[in-house]
């Protein structure tokens, strides 16, 4: 399970211990994401997964980027299924504006891969998108979000080409991390490579 910016991992440990209820054995990868950036957090998860057996992973908003690019740059890697919570795989419209205001600093080293968002994805690893539909947060005040948004990520920015399955829940984009419609979406698709509906 990867966190998003400006957390460390204990944000998304309630969502490990969900998960964990579920019949997982979910552990957390902890990144710097201001300072060390996607570079050295991408080199460090594919060290963690390489030579190691299946596993699947969790990503939550900026984690999904980071866990997706992995996968891009080692499709080898042995990991069958990952979901992303809310992240903007087509690129953030709330990062470009910060950085438009000159405070694109706030996003440290991970500047680049939020503003750009990943490549549609051809690879073998099943992905899905569980996405929040509150449009409560930053992106309706810096980037004015809409109501089809979680309030910082357009539900637009969450459907990236290659998607095996995508899903929205009732949550903000803070929200996703402790909502237990979006852990028990997760678990499911991880068992399933599906959704319920």
Same mark, same amino acid.
């Given at each position: ?22 019949? *997982?054995?979910?552990?957390? *990868? ?23 057996? %299946? ?16 996968? !891009?740059?080692? %499709?080898?890697?042995?990991?069958? !299924? ?5 992240? %903007? ?45 509150? %449009? ?46 979006? #852990?028990?979406?997760? #678990?499911? *698709? ?8």
């Amino acid at each position: 399970m990867l966190h998003g910016i400006w957390n460390a991992d204990l944000w998304v440990r309630p969502l490990a211990l969900r998960l964990s209820q579920a019949g *997982f054995d979910a552990r957390v *990868f902890g990144y710097h994401s201001i300072s060390g950036g996607p570079s050295v957090a991408i080199a460090r998860l594919a060290a963690r997964l390489r030579g190691g057996p %299946p596993t699947h992973l969790v990503g939550h908003s900026l984690g999904g980027l980071i866990a997706l690019e992995t996968l !891009r740059r080692q %499709p080898w890697l042995p990991v069958p !299924r990952l979901v992303c919570l809310g992240s %903007p795989l087509r690129g953030s419209a709330t990062a470009k504006a910060l950085q438009q205001r000159g405070w694109g600093g706030v996003l440290g080293r991970s500047a680049t891969l939020l503003d750009r968002g990943c490549l549609p994805w051809p690879g073998p690893t099943e992905v899905g998108m569980v996405a929040g539909d509150i %449009p409560r947060g930053l992106g309706r005040v810096l980037a004015g979000l809409g109501e089809d948004s979680d309030g910082t990520v357009a539900l637009e920015e969450t459907r990236l080409p290659g998607l095996t399955d995508h899903c929205a829940v009732h949550a903000s984009h803070t929200g996703l991390a402790f909502s237990p419609v979006a #852990a028990a979406q997760a #678990a499911c *698709f991880l068992r399933e490579g599906r959704f319920r509906r």
